[in-house]
């Protein structure tokens, strides 16, 4: 791989040097590597074809938990997101020890090994939020919780400059990832003054299917934005929006 210089910036392929755009910036590379018939049937690649089958899978698993947590997702989320959140997946899927390699799956593996992870990297919510929270997973019930005690905003939020106000937002996902499907909803405060004016007590309850033998999980995030003119919005589009899963219940 090979990065390009000039003021000229080449995309597509021109012998055996193929040009393109990523986040990294324009780069070119040699046309090569190994016929795909062979990978697929070859012996010496069954390695190669297990880590293949497994990368897809997180790759669908990922998808589908993020379509799950659209709603949130819309205001905050980085540009590596769906590659980090792939790379999750991989580690639950490896964590199965009861299939063997490239069968394993994410319902087998370890979906806590999700719990913490962030949404966006701009903005974390360990380095954002403050202010003490529970959140609690009722399986019975199919109720997923977030529970916060009255703060004060200018003590308990690290805001971004430029920020007035705030909302506190939260969903419950319920996953079948074998099925690509899932259950979610999701809850939020009033936008609120980011100043010293203490928050009323924060309840969300997010429903799920009871006794679900699903995963679960819990996100939480908060939003920003600036007052212009008696109006609201969002702050910068959104880039310091921290977003994270705070507690997972794989069964």
């Known amino acids: 791989m090979a990065r390009q210089k000039g003021i000229i910036k080449l995309k597509g392929t021109i012998g055996d040097i193929t040009f393109y755009k990523t986040k990294d910036g324009h780069l070119a590379r040699e046309k090569g590597g190994i016929e795909g018939n062979r990978i697929a049937s070859d012996p010496a690649f069954q390695r190669t074809r297990e880590n293949g089958s497994e990368f897809g899978r997180a790759g669908k ?30 580690k639950v899927i ?111 309850v997010n429903s799920v299917t009871p006794n679900s033998t699903k995963p679960l999980f819990l996100a939480l995030g908060v939003e920003f934005y600036q007052e212009v003119n008696g109006a609201m919005y969002p702050l910068k589009n959104g880039a310091f929006n921290p977003l994270s899963l705070v507690q997972v219940s794989g069964l």
């Open 61 to 90: 698993a990922g998808k589908t938990l993020r379509t799950a947590l659209r709603t949130l997702l819309l205001n905050s989320a980085d540009g590596r997101m769906v590659s980090r959140l792939t790379q999750s997946m991989i």
């Open 94 to 204: 490896q964590a199965d020890q009861t299939n063997e390699r490239g069968l394993r799956n994410v319902i087998d593996g370890e979906a806590e090994l999700l719990l913490g992870f962030e949404f966006n990297i701009g903005g974390k919510l360990g380095t954002t939020l403050f202010a003490p929270y529970t959140g609690t997973i009722d399986r019975v019930a199919g109720a997923i919780k977030l529970d916060m005690a009255s703060f004060i905003p200018l003590n308990m939020i690290a805001a971004p400059g430029g920020t007035t106000h705030f909302k506190i937002v939260s969903a419950g996902a319920e996953v079948d990832f074998e099925a690509e499907t899932f259950v979610s909803s999701s809850s939020e405060t009033a936008i609120l003054a980011w100043d010293t004016t203490a928050t009323a007590v924060i309840n969300h």
